[in-house]
């Protein structure tokens, strides 16, 4: 199982999320950088461990309301070993294949973002696309076919329970579990990748032992639940 640290991008600099409440959400204080700017918070991140992925939300263009293009190429530039990972609300093929023409890393596609199961339909066909499965605390969110028939997954799944991002509550293990067993019915084994709520070691042990290929971590790295070790172990 990988960890895989995320940065959630607001205004241009880096911000603590929590809940899913994005319009609460305020520049991150971290022991493991000076300052929020983005390439000082994953400078730190790395001299932590050397993670080998990063996920990074895009929340304002999530929200529509702007975006961090440039922030995530410079972020390639300055960290060439990492694979970006990026949400930042596409949801059409031609933004997908521009992410990638563009060298601005791999295209996280949110149910959130996405208008109908058309559109989800074609973009989830694009080679190398991942899709994350947005869940707040009224239920999934987004297309309900794209949560319900996992024939139309792609090779690598994120289970994000949003509700749980920033909580500290624990990892959503029920959700992984449901999810793996629609993907058998449906006869697919995509990779599953957690988000939300982690607290520590024992939790990645748990989420290991349930089968994810990875998680999604923020807050337990920066107020250092899961220090050096824990980190290395996993990255």
Do not use: N
Not at 59 to 66: F, K, N, Q, V
Not at 87 to 114: N, Y
């Amino acid at each position: 199982m990988q960890l895989i640290p995320v940065i959630d991008l607001k205004g241009g600099c880096v911000v603590h999320a929590r809940r899913g409440e994005r319009d609460a959400y305020r520049p991150i204080h971290t022991p493991l950088a000076a300052t929020s700017a983005p390439q000082d918070v994953v400078a730190g991140l790395l001299a932590l461990a050397p993670f080998r992925t990063l996920y990074v939300a895009d929340l304002d263009a999530i929200a529509g309301t702007g975006g961090h293009g440039e922030v995530v190429a410079a972020l390639g530039k300055a960290f060439p070993q990492l694979d970006l990972w990026v949400d930042a609300g596409e949801a059409t093929a031609a933004q997908v294949r521009a992410r990638v023409a563009c060298g601005r890393g791999t295209g996280v596609v949110g149910t959130e973002s996405l208008p109908d199961a058309a559109a989800a339909v074609e973009v989830l066909a694009e080679p190398g696309v991942i899709l994350s499965l947005d869940h707040d605390a009224a239920g999934p969110r987004g297309p309900a076919v794209i949560h319900e028939d996992a024939r139309l997954w792609p090779g690598r799944v994120i289970v994000m329970t949003l509700a749980r991002v920033g909580s500290g509550e624990g990892p959503d293990l029920d959700a992984l579990a449901r999810t793996a067993a629609r993907a058998a019915r449906a006869g697919r084994q995509p990779s599953l990748y957690a988000a939300g709520g982690v607290r520590g070691p024992e939790d990645l042990v748990r989420l290991a032992a349930a089968g994810a290929a990875g998680v999604l971590v923020a807050t337990a790295l920066h107020d250092g639940r899961i220090g050096p070790d824990a980190a290395r172990r996993w990255a």
